[in-house]
């Protein structure tokens, strides 16, 4: 029970990593509010919660919104009194080379990748400052870190991602509150079954080559994710802040 009475808040927590994250930190004691626009999958995550003995608390609320983001902030102070760890989960990939994305998409992806980090943080943190602790955790990517063809917004939104972490982990030090960045590689997330390998023109092809960015030779399960961010927030990592952690395989090592 490392996280007991710990709040937890989870963007991002109906589908995937989020959803693995949020399950691990109820199981190991805390408070756990997740947060998505579609209320059947968090519905989905609280009753699987309940079945496995514990229960979780869910708001259906969009993150690229700031009273939304105001709104989640001040509903879990009300109720559990404190924010204690934060993981900004919640994002989107909409491919595209640089000169083929279009506005639209451009605005989109980085409404939720960046300005809902930033949003989500901005109302979380003072209630962090107050009781002088507090762990944030930003999901990044790999290729936030490097290169990628074809996805011009999701790296540059996934890079602005990694940054923000590095700048946060300096302005709330002091306040001995931790923000650490996870960069994962390719996951089995609905982001890649749902979106990448539904685009694919070839299934098979898309798969092996996913897998050939990786030394491992695979791609990750969320839950292989999720054990990384529950590190992160863990006290046994009380010395690591403004880090970027890539969980994948091997990748950056290539």
Request: aromatic share 8%; charged share 25%.
């Amino acid at each position: 029970m490392r996280f007991k009475d710990r709040t937890v808040i989870v963007t991002g927590g109906g589908t995937g990593i989020g959803k693995e994250a949020a399950l691990m930190f109820a199981e190991e004691g805390a408070n756990v509010v997740i947060i998505g626009r579609r209320v059947e999958k968090l519905r989905e995550v609280e009753i699987k919660s309940r079945k496995l003995g514990f229960e979780i608390d869910y708001l259906a609320k969009d993150i690229s919104d700031e009273d939304s983001c105001k709104a989640i902030a001040e509903y879990v102070i009300k109720k559990y009194r404190r924010i204690d760890i934060l993981i900004n989960n919640a994002g989107i990939l909409l491919p595209g080379a640089t000169h083929e994305t279009s506005s639209e998409d451009w605005d989109r992806t980085f409404n939720v990748n960046v300005r809902g980090t930033w949003l989500m943080s901005k109302y979380a943190v003072p209630a962090m400052i107050e009781q002088r602790y507090g762990a944030i955790v930003n999901i990044s990517s790999v290729i936030g870190l490097k290169g990628f063809k074809g996805a011009a917004a999701y790296c540059a939104s996934k890079g602005a991602v990694a940054q923000l972490t590095r700048s946060m982990a300096l302005e709330y030090a002091s306040y001995h509150i931790r923000v650490n960045a996870v960069c994962p590689g390719f996951v089995e997330t609905p982001l890649v079954t749902e979106g990448y390998l539904k685009r694919a023109k070839d299934k098979n092809h898309a798969i092996e080559f996913m897998n050939s960015l990786h030394p491992l030779g695979r791609i990750a399960t969320p839950k292989e994710i999720a054990h990384a961010i529950l590190f992160l927030c863990d006290e046994k990592s009380s010395f690591i802040t403004g880090h970027l952690l890539p969980v994948d395989g091997g990748w950056t090592a290539s």
